[in-house]
């Protein structure tokens, strides 16, 4: 398989994948998200294989958008730091659903 039919394929199953996101869903993950921010708890986020590096990312992005908005916000990614495993406030979010997925608020 040539890699542009490789790199076709790659974005036809992405968009599929986006196409399938629930939007009450993806609602309710952002509603969840801002309201931990407004009550200045902690977000965890957790990948696994290249998800992983999503998780990070998302991180990233996270904190950036509390720079620009001059708000604090405590977003950390299990991938990154094992300590942060251990903290008694938490909200983790998962990407791959499934019967070894997690999902907790605290």
């Known amino acids: 398989e040539s890699d542009i039919k490789m790199f076709t394929k790659y974005l036809s199953e992405l968009n599929n994948c ?8 993806l609602d309710s993950a952002v509603e969840m998200i801002k309201d931990t921010i407004s009550n200045k708890r902690k977000i965890f986020v957790a990948g696994n294989g290249g998800s992983s590096a999503l998780a990070s990312h ?8 509390g720079h620009k908005s001059k708000r604090q916000i405590f977003a950390y990614s299990l991938v990154d730091s094992i300590p942060t495993i251990t903290s008694p406030e938490r909200i983790i979010i998962t990407r791959a659903p499934g019967p070894n997925t997690f999902f907790s608020t605290n």
């Open 58 to 65: 998302f991180v990233v992005d996270l904190l950036k958008m």
């Open 18 to 25: 986006l196409k399938s996101v629930d939007q009450k869903d």
